[in-house]
């Protein structure tokens, strides 16, 4: 079995923005010559996250709604005393930190409509993602 991992620098624009990094993850397994395996697409930071769905102009939309209703950003939280990004950190919490996704015959696994998001929650800021590859070379 062979692991490959690689950083991938991102530039946010935006408190709360989504980001579709699936064709930047794809660059990197194609770099790992791992044919068939798994791969993991890991945030490095705690307010931010990654999620797999559609990637769709008012979903992604909606998304953005449903996280601003579940996490307001003018609430009273307890955080807030130190950074005044604790609804960062919270929408964080809800999408998780990383997602992996299998890798069959060089390719990753996606359902036709799925994409890779990196969500950023506290921006703008200078990012970075960790993908690892695990798995048995292409023959």
Known sequence: MEFYTEEIPLRTSKRLELIDVTSRVSEVLKSSGIGNGILNV??????????????????????????????????????????????????????????????????LDLGTWQSIFFAEFDGPRNRKIRVSVAGKPME
């Open 42 to 107: 890991f945030s490095r930071h705690s307010t931010s996250a990654i999620f797999i769905n559609e990637n769709e102009t008012r979903l992604t939309g909606d998304v953005e709604s449903i996280l601003k209703t579940l996490v307001p950003e003018d609430s009273s939280y307890g955080h807030n005393i130190i950074d005044n990004n604790a609804d960062s950190h919270l929408r964080a919490v809800l999408l998780g930190g990383s997602q992996t996704v299998p890798v069959i015959n060089g390719s």
